[in-house]
T-cell receptor, first 115, second 115 residues
Framework: NAGVTQTPKFRILKIGQSMTLQCTQDMNHNYMYWYRQDPGMGLKLIYYSVGAGITDKGEVPNGYNVSRSTTEDFPLRLELAAPSQTSVYFC??????????????FGPGTRLTVL | AQSVTQLDSHVSVSEGTPVLLRCNYSSSYSPSLFWYVQHPNKGLQLLLKYTSAATLVKGINGFEAEFKKSETSFHLTKPSAHMSDAAEYFCVVSPYGGATNKLIFGTGTLLAVQP
């Protein structure tokens, strides 16, 4: 059971480039999330999804896009990379609403640097 | 407004001594509360969660936390620290009575364990 997997582990982008961060879970969870973690800060929610075809904005969605065509996959797209997007990105999934005591399972993260 | 404050950014203890990581929250509703742990270069893992069934919550690896409504606190404790406990710990609150996917993460407490 792999849980939540993310690729790539590391990436360096130039300003203005685009990329997609991949996230896959094999637990058949309906709920999936993208967070970013900046040094000395807690995680901030970027986008989340409550099922295939349904996504919604979190706290810091600007500069990002998501899609959810299958239950398993929830890719995060950066269209025009900016230095402010340098961060560690975590994907997570849960069986139900995160707030109602449902454990979130996290991937190992993608460390992104934009120069 | 809903918020969570971790009172110490760094805590250092000796192996075998007690651990106390402090967390205060602010919520207009009866909150859901969690502690997550993040080991270096890993994703977050759930330690324990407050479900309102009992104010003293036991988690994995010997950790426990006590919900104190009068003090709006949810401090994490362990009687005897182990070297493997060295990690970053996040206190997390779910506002709106839990009916949300938008969790609020504290800024984290880095626990160092000295031999």
């Amino acid at each position: 059971n792999a849980g939540v997997t993310q690729t790539p582990k590391f990436r360096i982008l130039k300003i203005g480039q685009s990329m997609t961060l991949q996230c896959t879970q094999d637990m058949n969870h309906n709920y999936m999330y993208w967070y970013r973690q900046d040094p000395g800060m807690g995680l901030k929610l970027i986008y989340y999804s409550v099922g295939a075809g349904i996504t919604d904005k979190g706290e810091v969605p600007n500069g990002y896009n998501v899609s959810r065509s299958t239950t398993e996959d929830f890719p995060l797209r950066l269209e025009l990379a900016a230095p402010s997007q340098t961060s560690v990105y975590f994907c997570a999934s849960s069986a139900g609403l995160a707030g109602t005591y449902n454990e979130q399972f996290f991937g190992p993260g993608t460390r992104l640097t934009v120069l | 407004a809903q918020s969570v404050t971790q009172l110490d950014s760094h805590v250092s203890v000796s192996e075998g001594t007690p651990v106390l990581l402090r967390c205060n929250y602010s919520s207009s509703y009866s909150p859901s509360l969690f502690w997550y742990v993040q080991h270096p270069n890993k994703g977050l893992q759930l330690l324990l969660k407050y479900t309102s069934a009992a104010t003293l919550v036991k988690g994995i690896n010997g950790f426990e936390a006590e919900f104190k409504k009068s003090e709006t606190s949810f401090h994490l404790t362990k009687p005897s620290a182990h070297m493997s406990d060295a990690a970053e710990y996040f206190c997390v609150v779910s506002p709106y009575g839990g009916a949300t996917n938008k969790l609020i993460f504290g800024t984290g407490t880095l626990l160092a364990v000295q031999p």
